[in-house]
T-cell receptor, first 113, second 111 residues
Framework: KAGVTQTPRYLIKTRGQQVTLSCSPISGHRSVSWYQQTPGQGLQFLFEYFSETQRNKGNFPGRFSGRQFSNSRSEMNVSTLELGDSALYLC????????????FGPGTRLTVL | QKEVEQNSGPLSVPEGAIASLNCTYSDRGSQSFFWYRQYSGKSPELIMSIYSNGDKEDGRFTAQLNKASQYVSLLIRDSQPSDSATYLCAVKGQAGTALIFGKGTTLSVSS
């Protein structure tokens, strides 16, 4: 069974640009959560999607947005990039949003110059 | 602001010893507690979950929960060098709330 996949794995952008990251969950998983991981703040929750609906949202500015498609694949978008957005962005999938069944993808390393 | 606190470490133990990792949380209404292991350059992987007070054992791992003290711990018996990683404590409150992670404790097991 294939795991969670994320594309691209690495990304370099400049301030002010926007970026879109993609996450394909494990087959049959309908919940996708996004996290930002930085050395200073650790792992922080961005948002969760379940059956194309945002079910929960973390404390991030509106520049961070996401969506989920009918096949459960999810994208997150960050507009007007700032230096502080440099981080590892992780997505995790689960069948129904049960955290005891949550599996993480390898992450996308975003560097903002 | 709901918080999950962990000592950053590093926690250094010799091979074969017991490693004890601790975590405290601020939200008294928290209901679900998880321990993740993250190797350097890798993504987190779930190793234990615990929902009720007491101990839960899984192989060399034991999770302990004390809701009255708002404290959760992870014991690793017979520690191996392959256990060297960062251990993240995560706590979930009531329905509709997000999973909150601690910043992790780095464990180093020396052979």
């Amino acid at each position: 069974k294939a795991g969670v996949t994320q594309t691209p794995r690495y990304l370099i952008k400049t301030r002010g640009q926007q970026v879109t990251l993609s996450c394909s969950p494990i087959s049959g998983h309908r919940s996708v959560s996004w996290y930002q991981q930085t050395p200073g703040q650790g792992l922080q929750f961005l948002f969760e999607y379940f059956s194309e609906t945002q079910r929960n949202k973390g404390n991030f500015p509106g520049r961070f947005s996401g969506r989920q498609f009918s096949n459960s694949r999810s994208e997150m978008n960050v507009s007007t990039l700032e230096l502080g957005d440099s981080a590892l962005y992780l997505c995790a999938s689960s069948i129904r949003g049960d955290y005891n069944e949550q599996f993480f993808g390898p992450g996308t390393r975003l560097t903002v110059l | 602001q709901k918080e999950v606190e962990q000592n950053s470490g590093p926690l250094s133990v010799p091979e074969g010893a017991i490693a004890s990792l601790n975590c405290t949380y601020s939200d008294r209404g928290s209901q679900s507690f998880f321990w993740y292991r993250q190797y350097s350059g890798k993504s987190p992987e779930l190793i234990m979950s615990i929902y009720s007070n007491g101990d839960k054992e899984d192989g060399r791992f034991t999770a302990q929960l004390n809701k009255a003290s708002q404290y959760v711990s992870l014991l690793i018996r017979d520690s191996q060098p392959s256990d060297s990683a960062t251990y993240l404590c995560a706590v979930k409150g009531q329905a509709g709330t997000a999973l909150i992670f601690g910043k992790g404790t780095t464990l180093s097991v020396s052979s």
